[in-house]
């Protein structure tokens, strides 16, 4: 079984980016406890980030063609804008959970509307960097059937 995560436009910046919001912990560090996760369950695991929204979408795209069976995904900015990105994960049917370091409903208004929340499994926002291992603690529960 495989498991990505996708990370949107300016995640790249993650540690030094508004840290008092996004916290100090950096994208490869996250992206490594994830990994080692997804190790102890013998999941097969894949980290991308882009900046760009068709990349994201053609990795979306191949991530079909790869046997991908789950994904999370952290859209960032384009939660609010990309119904392309929405329409990509409508096309290829692999379910996912969508995630945000910041709470979204605390912000300004036009944070709280996703393009991508009616359709994912479900939505973590607000709990920093830990929202990515409880998605994908939760994503391996939905792959591989085990408690962890
Ligand atoms: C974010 C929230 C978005 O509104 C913002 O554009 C981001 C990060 C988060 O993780 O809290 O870039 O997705």
Known sequence: PKLLVVHGPNLNRLG????????????????ERLR?????????????????????????????????????INPAALTH?????????????IPFIEVHLSNIH?????RSCSYLADIA???????????????VQAALRRMVGQQN
């Open 81 to 93: 804008t990309s119904i392309g990105l929405r329409d990509a994960l409508l096309a290829v049917e």
């Open 121 to 135: 499994q479900g939505v973590i926002s607000g709990l920093g960097a830990e929202g990515y291992e409880l998605a």
């Open 106 to 110: 605390a912000r300004e208004p036009f």
């Open 16 to 31: 030094s980016r508004e840290p008092q919001r996004y916290g100090r912990a950096t994208l490869d560090s996250v992206n």
């Open 36 to 72: 080692g996760l997804c190790d102890q369950h013998g999941v097969s695991f894949q980290a991308t980030q882009s900046n760009y929204e068709g990349e994201l979408i053609e990795t979306i795209h191949a991530a079909a063609d790869s046997g991908v069976g789950f994904i999370v």
